[in-house]
């Protein structure tokens, strides 16, 4: 079964810019979760996604949102980048059939530096 | 807030002698930990996830997880200089409380 894909896997951009990342699930998972990773911070959640509809949020602000399509691909998208947003994105999938937490499976990320 | 926490370390073993991650966990309806191996600069990759009070064994890889006392551990054995890496905990509750918490990870260093 292939992995999780997400594209591009690098980007610069400048500030002002907006970007978009993508990410494909595995096949068969149906919920996708967002993550920022930066040196020191750990993992800090953006949003998850489960049948086209967003069903946690972190604590980012609205620069940063997202969408899920029918096919369960999932795109998200920051605005007006600011050079904090440099960082390595993370798209995680998992099958949601628990009815606790399921295990996430992460692709190899975005890396975004923002100049 | 709900919280995982991490010893950052460095944690330096020698190869071949067990290393030992700890995690404790904050909230008590926690049910699903999981641990991860995230080498510099690549994305997590699942280790273990562990449900159940007790001791859960995969290769050279134990989880232990005590829920009266909040906390999860993971044992490597005969640890290889490849191991080296951060260590990620996470813990995740049940119905709306699924999302995962993430711990900052624990840095292991084996040296051969």
């Known amino acids: 079964k292939a992995g999780v894909t997400q594209t591009p896997r690098y980007l610069i951009k400048t500030r002002g810019q907006q970007v978009t990342l993508s990410c494909s699930p595995i096949s068969g998972h149906r919920s996708v979760s967002w993550y920022q990773q930066t040196p020191g911070q750990g993992l800090q959640f953006l949003f998850e996604?489960?049948?086209?509809?967003?069903?946690n949020k972190g604590n980012f602000p609205g620069r940063f949102s997202g969408r899920q399509f029918s096919n369960s691909r999932s795109e998200m998208n920051v605005s007006t980048l600011e050079l904090g947003d440099s960082a390595l994105y993370l798209c995680?999938?998992?099958?949601?059939?628990?009815?606790?937490?399921?295990?996430?499976?992460f692709g190899p990320g975005t890396r975004l530096t923002v100049l | 807030q709900k919280e995982v926490e991490q010893n950052s370390g460095p944690l330096s073993v020698p190869e071949g002698a067990i290393a030992s991650l700890n995690c404790t966990y904050s909230?008590?309806?926690?049910?699903?930990f999981f641990w991860y191996r995230q080498y510099s600069g690549k994305s997590p990759e699942l280790i273990m996830s562990?449900?159940s009070n007790g001791d859960k064994e995969d290769g050279r890889f134990t989880a232990q997880l005590n829920k009266a006392s909040q906390y999860v551990s993971l044992l490597i054995r005969d640890s290889q200089p490849s191991d080296s890496a951060t260590y990620l905990c996470?813990?995740?509750?049940?119905?709306?409380?699924?999302?995962?918490?993430w711990g900052l990870g624990t840095s292991l260093a084996v040296n051969p």
């Open positions: 995680a999938s998992s099958q949601k059939t628990r009815s606790s937490a399921d295990t996430q499976y």
């Open positions: 996604y489960f049948s086209e509809t967003q069903r």
């Open positions: 996470a813990a995740g509750g049940a119905g709306n409380n699924r999302k995962l918490i």
């Open positions: 562990i449900y």
């Open positions: 909230d008590r309806v926690s049910q699903s």
